[in-house]
């Protein structure tokens, strides 16, 4: 199994940052994606960035890129989301999700970032 954490969340105004962190444990050498996720009230889960685990690649949303980064650290079984330039529609519980090889598919509790106007 595998367990993902998510933290960094928090308030702020338009235009601002904030970086969120997710935390593997367990068996990690199964995952082969990092992949974040969001939902906001009243709308249905979406894709935002993705990452992967040995290659480091990355893929993103329409909606995020230029604006979000995602990373990881490998020794600290972490992957970084860096969001700059936030917009109010950027409001929603943010969700990292593994994805394994053969070991299934784990999420987070979510972590809620609010974007003021």
């Known amino acids: 199994q595998v367990q993902v954490v998510e933290s960094g969340g928090g308030l702020v105004q338009a235009g601002g940052s904030l970086r969120l962190s997710c935390a593997a444990s367990?068996?990690?050498?199964?995952?082969?994606?990092i992949n974040w996720f969001r939902q906001a009230p009243g709308k249905e889960r979406e894709f935002v960035a993705a990452?992967?685990?040995?290659?480091?690649?990355?893929n993103y949303a329409d909606s995020v890129k230029g604006r979000f980064t995602i990373s990881r650290d490998n020794a600290r079984n972490t992957v970084y989301l860096q969001m700059n330039s936030l917009k109010p529609e950027d409001t929603a519980v943010y969700y990292c999700?593994?994805?394994?090889?053969?070991?299934?598919?784990?999420w987070g509790q979510g972590t809620q970032v609010t974007v003021s106007s």
């Open positions: 367990g068996r990690t050498s199964t995952i082969y994606t």
């Open positions: 999700n593994a994805k394994t090889r053969g070991a299934g598919d784990y």
């Open positions: 990452c992967g685990w040995n290659s480091g690649s990355t």
